[in-house]
């Protein structure tokens, strides 16, 4: 059956499109194009500029002496000879001609080219062109078969979008996939901004968007439509902030909780050390917002070791002195069991009911916590995502504090508000987090907290020293090490796998064997990861803490929560494995006695970018700093918590460079939203349900409105 314009549609299985077919959909669809529409949104990564072809004679009096020694061309002829090089130093080499003269390709370091071309081929060749001697040159460059609908046309100008492909798709496959469908289908979009609003902002209609990033006439053409495609994606998610924030503010309360001097001295007594100015700064943020009926959305963030516990802290013991509930949810059972531990050292002896509810808790023992938090005997409960499940209903939960809020998505926190019993009401809500957000990124999905900030660290914290060796230093790093456990110190040795693995890196159990057997011989080390049973991590890390461990090998669930301050040394194998923010959490873990500490990462970077991010962690200290180098070396996917949260990653904005256009949308969005808060009429209703499909699930749109 043949495919005509009139039958295209958005939703058009792929297979169906023109020089598909059946066979390579599949190849398609990994690419995550499976219909026409995902074919519109598969972005060019660049654009090539083909010049207007040329015949070989008159390329040459383009590069001539009088014009200048080389050039940018394009030629179309037949291969004439081709010669393989035989060593890695040879050149693979063809003669190109045509009817007016002959030129020479050549390709270095390309044995890929071997069966390529063959004599009798006819090509289209373009780059940079140059003389050599008395004949053209050109130096590796690119081809393509010639087409022979082109016969007698000498191809004009044009400006190639080049496409993310695969082995078994290529960017030209792609090209040709679209250019059979591209009219048809952008005649079908329809445009969510009215012409003046448009006209307004300088932007184009969207179907003139995509058929300029996808056929641009000129060099900057694609920018134009660029802009507009990065705009409506930016604006959407600002949408959804910005609605959902008006809806929390204006339609949600929560219970205000009491304040006074006597509440404020009796809750500082509990601490271990006095609170410095910045603790004590954001602490009168958080308590200002509780003592409203306006449902706190705080971020509150800080660099490792800042002491942010404490200050989360104060939040749930006033919940406790107002006689209702607060709970506290961490990423792991080892950080829930590590808060559960170190809040009821600071409680011991006061009348503050805590308990822990994570995974692994016998059913009898879950029943039975469930039961008494249902019945208000419980003030504070800390667990881990098991306190998001259907059966744990709270009597009366005030406050909400999340930890390490990366790890969660906007939609678990969501969740956690919901465990209130009356309707449009809500808890206060604090997450905390010590992988700082970004400026840029504070904009984003994170638009919709209100953000305070821990600046010092408390006193005593020691600064830490952070080297960086090749693997065949290991033995040398190893022999440092256990000086100073015979110094009476304690050291963390992380790994990044359980398990021996066929990528070589480095595992807890075989590590620690050699360590045992090796430089730690005669020192009490143990084994810390995250199939440990809770009951054996508890043990390990008392007897840590003690000082009876003298080492620790673990993975990284020991990168936040864990204080041990005669903990002064870290080894950190097969660094380059690691994220940035991750390696700053993990060497957040020593300096935190009065000993001189010292981070040590072993690494053979094989990346440009596992090289970048141990030369950023060796020269950067300050949590802040690394927060925008990881976003700069990463780009803001994995820092949204996008697979936490199922705010998708956009396909054409990209952070920080298009931090102005950022600005420009969250500016509309903020105006839009006051006027129409929940984009209800007619006027609205195609932005409205383009919103709720990009973001509706993840933000939790469905109850507005």
């Not at 169906?16 to 990994?30: D, M, N, S």
């Not at 000993?595 to 072993?602: A, E, H, T």
Request: hydrophobic share 40%.
């Amino acid at each position: 059956m043949t495919t005509t314009s009139q039958s295209i549609t958005l939703t058009m299985n792929i297979a169906e499109v023109p020089g598909v077919g059946g066979k390579i959909a599949p190849e398609f669809r990994k690419l995550g194009i499976r219909c026409v529409a995902d074919l519109l949104l598969h972005m060019p990564m660049r654009y090539e500029h083909e010049h207007e072809e040329q015949t070989i004679a008159k390329a040459g009096e383009t590069v001539s002496p009088n014009h200048g020694a080389e050039a940018n061309i394009a030629v179309r002829g037949e291969i004439a000879t081709c010669r393989p090089g035989f060593s890695k130093r040879q050149p693979y080499e063809a003669t190109l001609q045509d009817e007016t003269g002959t030129m020479q390709l050549l390709w270095f370091n390309a044995p890929w080219m071997r069966g390529k071309l063959h004599p009798g081929d006819t090509i289209r060749v373009w780059g940079l062109a140059k003389r050599h001697g008395d004949y053209l040159q050109m130096i590796n460059p690119k081809f393509a078969p010639y087409e022979p609908e082109e016969d007698g046309e000498q191809r004009s100008e044009r400006f190639t979008p080049i496409y993310p492909a695969s082995e078994n798709v290529t960017s030209t496959m792609i090209d040709k996939a679209l250019e059979g469908v591209l009219e048809p289908a952008i005649a079908l979009i329809d445009d969510h901004l009215s012409d003046t609003y448009r006209t307004e902002l300088a932007l184009p209609k969207l179907a003139d968007a995509y058929r300029m990033v996808h056929r641009p006439s000129d060099p900057d053409d694609h920018r134009g439509g660029r802009r507009r495609l990065a705009f409506d994606e930016l604006l959407l998610l600002q949408l959804g902030v910005m609605m959902k924030r008006h809806h929390r503010r204006e339609y949600l309360k929560a219970v205000p909780l009491k304040l006074n001097d006597a509440i404020d001295k009796h809750i500082c007594a509990r601490f271990p050390f006095d609170l410095t100015d910045s603790q004590r700064e954001v602490i009168d943020e958080i308590a200002a917002d509780l003592e409203s009926e306006r449902p706190m959305n705080r971020l509150l963030q800080g660099d490792v070791g800042s002491g942010k516990t404490v200050v989360a802290l104060y939040a749930m013991l006033m919940a406790a002195a107002s006689k209702h509930q607060a709970a506290l949810m961490a990423p792991t059972e080892l950080l829930a069991e590590q808060h559960f531990t170190s809040i009821t050292t600071m409680l011991e002896g006061s009348n503050v009911v805590i308990e822990l509810l994570t995974g692994s808790l016998k059913k009898s023992e879950r029943d039975a916590i469930l039961a008494r938090l249902e019945s208000g005997e419980i003030d504070i409960l800390i667990g881990t995502h098991a306190l998001l499940t259907e059966s744990v209903s709270f009597n009366s939960l005030a406050v909400t504090v999340t930890d390490e809020q990366h790890r969660f998505g906007v939609y678990q926190r969501a969740t956690l508000r919901e465990k209130t019993s009356e309707p449009n009401s809500s808890p206060h809500m604090l997450v905390m987090t010590a992988t700082p957000i970004p400026r840029t990124l504070s904009l984003t999905v994170f638009g919709d907290l209100d953000i305070s900030t821990i600046r010092t660290m408390p006193p005593g914290r020691q600064p830490i020293i952070t080297k960086y060796v090749a693997r065949s230093q290991s033995d040398d790093v190893y022999g440092y090490v256990r000086s100073r456990l015979d110094a009476g110190e304690q050291a963390y040795i992380v790994v990044p796998v359980i398990d021996e693995s066929e990528s070589g890196l480095k595992d807890v159990r075989s590590h620690f064997t050699w360590l045992e057997n090796g430089h730690f011989q005669g020192k009490r080390i143990a084994a810390v990861h995250g199939r440990l049973k809770r009951n054996e991590r508890e043990a390990i890390m008392y007897r840590f803490r003690r000082g009876e461990i003298h080492a620790l090998i673990a993975t990284t669930v020991i990168e936040v929560g864990v204080d041990v301050p005669n903990a002064s040394i870290m080894v950190i194998e097969n660094a380059d494995r690691f994220g940035l923010a991750q390696l700053h959490q993990l060497r957040g873990r020593v300096g935190r006695g009065e000993r001189k500490s010292l981070c040590v990462l072993i690494a053979d970077p094989a990346t440009d970018d596992g090289r970048q991010r141990i030369e950023a962690i060796v020269a950067i200290d300050d949590g802040f700093e690394i927060a925008e180098k990881d976003l700069e070396l990463r780009g803001p996917g994995e820092l949204f918590g996008t697979r936490q949260s199922g705010i998708a990653p956009f396909r054409v904005a990209s952070l920080p460079g298009d931090i102005q256009l950022l600005r420009l949308a969250r500016r509309e969005a903020k105006k839009w939203i006051n006027a129409n808060p929940t984009l209800s009429g007619e006027a609205d209703a195609l932005l409205r349900k383009r919103l709720l499909k990009a973001h509706g699930k993840a933000l939790g749109l469905g109850d507005v409105g």
